[in-house]
């Protein structure tokens, strides 16, 4: 890449960037040529019936799937030729995960699950539960820390995990279905928090879900319908 | 009110008489409400004086009524216009998002944009309410619920509707 001129303005990159992305699972198609592009800070809903190809979508724009054909690119360099171990440390230090299940580590308290990222990036013990301790508490979890996953509600559940995905800071949320699991107000709750959180850490959010109320509260949506991708936007301008 | 437009939507299909019109309207439209013949004729008449319909002549035959009526350009515009545009997102639109789809399947007009703009509509509506939640007392939060709730519900039959417009246009087109 090229450095524009003194006093030109360059529009920044898109934080995160799918074109013309082909991904197939052995004969049967899941990305057909999809292609989306989210601006650094926005909130993006990925909407589509089941087996549309939206968590595919998800997961070839986080690295952890390679696309077939096409290019996933991050901040305005190539993601998908990266090697395999510069796309985990990529999605260790850059990118933060909350899928519908399972994601705690059960063994551990909230605590320990949300300083984990942090330990793995050799991040010092103290600063480590000092800094979960802080987040715990932004997510409206004070006085939870001790407690294992186990004696936590679907939704505290969720709020740690939402905590140990924004522990270090991602450039980028990736959300699966977060509210999937959880009842009306938990589900609410959870959204308001990761919205609110997002916006004062100016972090990107690419978020799947199938549930309107949820899509409303992001800034905007795409739809993955047969592994192509319809943005009402573009439908706008070509109209 | 949508009466007039669905009509000149069959119209468009084909050109027919009055007594066909209400038929096929209550066979589509109007299962729970059937189309008085009073308002049909008032309709036609309506239309016909705002030139959306042409009146052809008398014809022979028995009953009060026995005039063919035709769709102008102008009656097309109109209705392909109506089919196209996203109708406002409020509770309880289930006869006008119905009657769109069906009728533009029934036409061969392109039932799944207006099905994605009417999706985008409604959306950008739950985001408003959205926002009034976040701003807002608990009163306007048990409001705003009822809304977002009810146009969910839209939505899903929008999926749904969505997943079976193939199935739906071999039943009404001819």
């Not at chain 1, 089941?50 to 696309?67: D, E, N, Q, R, V």
């Amino acid at each position: 890449m090229t450095a524009a001129g003194a006093g030109t303005p360059v529009p920044a990159p898109p934080m995160i960037e799918a074109r013309d992305v082909v991904k197939s699972f052995g004969h049967t198609p899941a990305l057909r040529q999809a292609s989306v592009s989210v601006r650094a800070g926005e909130i993006l809903a990925v909407m589509g019936p089941s087996g549309s190809g939206k968590s595919t979508l998800l997961h070839c724009l986080a690295g952890i799937f390679t696309p077939d054909r096409g290019e996933i690119r991050f901040d305005g360099r190539r993601l998908d030729t990266l090697s395999e171990p510069q796309r985990t440390k990529l999605r260790r230090t850059a990118f933060g995960f909350v899928f519908q299940f399972g994601q705690l580590v059960p063994e551990l308290t909230a605590a320990d699950n949300v300083a984990l990222p942090l330990l793995l990036d050799r991040v010092k013990r103290k600063d480590a539960y000092e800094k979960a301790a802080a987040w715990l508490d932004r997510l409206q979890l004070k006085g939870l820390g001790g407690r294992r996953t186990g004696e936590l509600s679907g939704g505290e559940a969720q709020r740690v995990a939402l905590a140990r995905a924004l522990v270090i800071r991602p450039r980028v949320l990736f959300a699966d279905e977060p509210t999937g699991s959880l009842d009306s107000l938990s589900g609410e709750m959870v959204m308001d928090l990761m919205v609110a959180l997002a916006r004062e850490e100016e972090t990107t959010v690419v978020l799947v879900t199938h549930e309107a109320r949820v899509a409303a509260c992001t800034d905007r949506e795409i739809l993955v319908r047969d592994g192509r991708v319809f943005d009402p936007r573009a439908a706008e301008v070509g109209r | 009110m949508s009466v007039p437009l669905t009509m000149l939507g069959l119209l468009e299909r084909e050109p027919s008489h009055g007594y066909e019109l209400k038929r096929d309207y209550d066979a589509y439209f109007g299962r729970d409400r059937p189309l008085p013949f009073g308002q049909v004729y008032a309709t036609l008449a309506r239309l016909a004086r705002d030139g959306k319909v042409i009146a052809g002549g008398a014809e022979p035959g028995a009953g009060p009524e026995r005039k063919r009526y035709v769709i102008t350009e102008a009656g097309a515009t109109e209705v392909e216009t109506w089919l196209a545009e996203p109708t406002e997102p409020e509770p309880h639109l289930q006869t006008v998002l119905f009657t769109k789809v069906v009728l533009a399947q029934m036409l061969g007009h392109p039932a799944d944009r207006y099905l994605d703009t009417q999706r985008t509509a409604h959306l950008a509506r739950m985001r408003e309410l959205t926002e009034l939640k976040r701003g807002g007392d608990l009163l306007d939060v048990l409001r705003a619920d009822y809304g977002l709730f009810h146009l969910e519900a839209d939505l899903r039959w929008i999926e749904m509707t969505a997943a079976r417009l193939d199935a739906l246009a071999k039943e009404v087109r001819r």
